[in-house]
């Protein structure tokens, strides 16, 4: 079947968003996933699983193009600020918030942490999908497990520099193939895309996937963030095209 051309109006509606919030005071921290992708030619292959890798249950569906995406074999990223200094001696990692005790992690403590592989497409509320990426890090399950979580915690704010937040369902942020990634295809991250750590969700749109991220808070009431104040759905899930509010 061959795929969706994004049209002039389907883009700038996709877009439109992103200008406006960044006119409006964005802290400098786009989702990361703003540009005019180059399409593929080829379409989408079967996945065959190797061992050692979590594979993202997207990546296995006989159609893995959600609706009104176009597939690109591009990787485009904007900052509206401007990428952050980060200083690695600096940076901490906090896990805050409905937990019996704050833990804060230094980056040899957070990278000493046991490292996952997994295997996900990107989808881009901007109307892109990239299949096919490799990611490092260490899982959003390998992290929680450091505190223990009080009974309240249903939600979870992810932090980043600029004062940056996005919010998570507890049972979106615990799947399997949630990654804090320090690299993408067998390279560490460059500071564009998110360096020295980035959350990746897989089964939402991408702006949920926060880069330059300094902790978590577990919440017992939702908080909306940076994205979700300004018209994005709270909750994006692109099999659904919860694109906005």
């Not at 994004?6 to 700038?12: A, D, P």
């Not at 992103?18 to 005019?36: H, I, K």
Request: with cysteine.
């Amino acid at each position: 079947m061959p795929q969706k051309r994004v049209s002039r109006r389907e883009f700038l509606r996709g877009t439109g968003v992103l200008l406006a919030a960044a006119a409006a005071g964005s802290p400098g921290l786009l989702e990361g996933c703003f540009g005019v992708p180059g399409r593929t030619s080829s379409p989408p292959t079967s996945v065959t699983q190797l061992p050692g890798i979590i594979y993202s249950p997207d990546t296995l569906r006989a159609n893995r193009i959600p609706p009104g995406q176009t597939e690109t074999s591009a990787w485009p990223q904007l900052q509206a600020s401007g990428v952050p200094t980060i200083n690695l001696d600096d940076w901490i990692f906090t896990i805050s918030g409905e937990v019996e005790k704050e833990v804060i992690l230094s980056y040899g403590e957070f990278t000493a942490l046991l490292s996952e592989k997994v295997f996900s497409d990107i989808h881009c509320v901007t109307r892109w999908t990239r299949l096919n990426n490799l990611w490092e890090g260490f899982g959003a399950q390998t992290v929680t497990n450091l505190v223990k979580l009080k009974t309240d915690a249903k939600f979870v704010i992810v932090h980043a520099y600029g004062g940056f937040t996005t919010n998570l369902t507890l049972s979106d942020f615990l799947q399997p193939d949630v990654l804090f990634t320090v690299k993408h295809d067998g390279t560490p991250l460059i500071p564009e895309h998110g360096w020295p750590v980035r959350l990746v969700v897989p089964r939402l749109y991408f702006w949920k996937s926060a880069k330059w991220v300094t902790g978590i808070e577990f919440s017992a009431v939702d908080q909306p963030g940076f994205w979700e104040t300004r018209r994005y759905n709270n909750h994006g899930g692109p099999w659904k095209e919860e694109r906005f509010s």
